[in-house]
């Protein structure tokens, strides 16, 4: 804030904007440099438009005040990360299944697909032959408006696999997951007789 002189008193509040039914009125600081300028200080929790509202000592508003102001989601990070769906613990060979992992800064607010954050998602399963190496199962991920993530995969052998998601070369709770694949429907064409 450019100011006349230095040593005015300032304050500052940061007030959600209607639409932002989550956030929560917040006084700022108000740091005085001592050249007539000013600087203004708050950490918002939830994502969302804000108005930040200035006033003087008397408490009425400065030149320009209000201003509004919009605050992002951090990057996400691993420890609120969510993932969910029944394909973290069930499948059927042949059968497509899903999950989905929501991408969670260290405030819970939900990150943006486009965030850059980097999930690696890998499933291995039993070997295709005995004492051969474990099957490797392609999942694919597809970003959605909401800035969830939907995966999907096919495991083709009966067994037990171990999903394993990471961000940023941490798991992200609850991983590896265990997943249990049943045997997929029986196909007469890949039946014998003996």
């Not at 006084?27 to 200035?54: C, K, M, N, W």
């Not at 486009?114 to 004492?131: C, E, H, L, Q, Y």
Request: proline share 8%.
């Amino acid at each position: 804030i450019p100011a006349e002189r230095c040593g005015d008193v300032f304050h500052a509040y940061l007030t959600p904007a209607e639409d932002n039914v989550y956030g929560a009125i917040q006084q700022a600081a108000v740091r005085d440099h001592g050249d007539a300028t000013y600087s203004i200080l708050f950490t918002p929790i939830v994502t969302g438009r804000y108005t930040l509202e200035i006033t003087d000592e008397k408490n009425h508003p400065i030149r320009s005040s209000p201003i509004m102001v919009g605050v992002s989601p951090a990057p996400a990070s691993v420890t609120r990360c969510v993932v969910t769906g029944t394909g973290l613990i069930k499948c059927s060979a042949g059968t497509e299944s899903a999950f989905v992992i929501d991408g969670r800064d260290a405030m819970g607010n939900r990150t943006n697909v486009d965030s850059g954050d980097s999930f690696r998602i890998t499933m291995t399963g039993p070997p295709a032959v005995k004492g051969g190496d474990p099957v490797v199962v392609k999942v694919d991920r597809v970003p959605q408006e909401d800035g969830t993530w939907v995966c999907t995969y096919m495991a083709t052998l009966a067994g037990a696999y171990r999903l394993h998601v990471v961000m940023n070369g941490y798991n992200v709770p609850g991983s590896p997951f265990r997943v249990i694949c049943a045997p997929g429907p029986t196909l007469i064409e890949n039946c014998t007789a003996k």
